[in-house]
């Protein structure tokens, strides 16, 4: 039977929720494997409870301290030992330079922000800003395939998975960078960007008043994005830009509002499952790819929208 190691995203504590996506993706294929690297391994592998987990790997060790160069030389030697079919990791810009690690030092192919894999470890990428479907494989070693956050939903289930301790020896080049110290983001009530299966995004069209924008998404319990003409104005932080320069988000809905649709921006929210877009000019570009259009100032229509919306949940 198959198998399949995935890399257990977590922070402060708490289990992020691309690892169930991730387990979705393993479980499709073979037997899922759960990897965890924490200081508190224990903890970590038992909130793994409620999604497909056949089976867990615990490592524990200063992973906090060394970084991705650690972890990626865990994550090689458990492949010696236990020769799974595929590694799974999350797309995000840690998860890459750990994929890109692992596969140097395994010798093996990689595929970077899939949005499919089937149980022949075919994936499926979306390319060159979203205008191209690729359908590639890894015919090198042990596929090493990073899959974006929301690409799947994630089945829910009551497991009790058996749990090994695995013993991992860091290398000195692996030690070579230290993390010293390391500051969480601040975060609000809102979800994480790269997570959120709803998100609201705003452009050059807010004239910097993303009060709107925010109050959409607040209504609909989703994340605020921003073009990169709004976050080089400075109308909102970089750290929400959505883009080839940004963040890829591939959320079940995502609301375009005064965003023109350069291929630049296209290229980080293609693959939404639903896409709306609000905007005065009937030619945006934006509007190619939208699945609903309104036609107006995004000062007038969200508003209304998220008064429906509120009086819709009251």
């Known amino acids: 039977m198959s198998s399949v ?26 037997e899922s494997i759960a990897v965890v690297f924490a200081s508190n391994p224990a903890e970590i592998a038992s909130q793994l409870n409620n999604i497909s987990v056949d089976k867990v790997i615990t490592a524990t060790g200063d992973w906090d301290k060394y970084g991705p160069a650690a972890i990626a030389d865990g994550l090689a030697q458990i492949i010696a030992a236990k020769k799974p079919n595929a590694l799974l990791i999350t797309s995000s810009a840690a998860g890459k330079e750990i994929a890109a690690r692992v596969a140097v030092k395994t010798n093996s192919g990689i595929i970077t922000d899939a949005v499919g894999v089937d149980k022949d470890l075919i994936t499926t990428q979306s390319v060159f800003g979203g205008s191209t479907t690729v359908h590639s494989a890894v015919t090198t070693g042990t596929p090493v395939i990073t899959l974006r956050a929301n690409s799947i939903e994630p089945v829910a289930t009551t497991s009790a998975a058996a749990v090994e301790e695995f013993s991992v020896s860091i290398s000195d080049s692996a030690k070579l960078a230290t ?67 940004g963040k890829t988000v591939s959320p079940q809905l995502y609301v375009a509002a005064g965003i023109s649709g350069a291929i630049q921006h296209r290229a980080g929210m293609q693959t939404s499952k639903t896409i709306v877009a609000i905007n005065k000019d009937p030619e945006a570009p934006i509007l190619e790819i939208a699945d609903f259009a309104v036609i107006g100032d995004l000062f007038n229509v969200l508003p209304q929208a998220t008064e429906k919306i509120k009086a819709r949940k009251a």
Do not use: C, M
């Open 5 to 30: 190691l995935f890399l257990v995203d977590h922070s402060g504590g708490k289990v992020a929720k691309a690892a169930a996506e991730l387990a979705t993706f393993a479980k499709s294929i073979g």
């Open 179 to 245: 993390i010293t110290s390391a500051t969480a983001a601040v975060k609000g009530g809102r979800p994480e960007l790269t997570e959120a299966s709803v998100v609201v995004s705003g452009g050059r069209g807010t004239n910097g008043d993303f009060k709107p924008v925010e109050e959409l998404a607040d209504a609909l319990g989703a994340a605020v994005g921003a073009s990169r003409a709004a976050t080089d104005a400075g109308w909102y932080p970089h750290s929400h830009q959505v883009g080839q320069t």
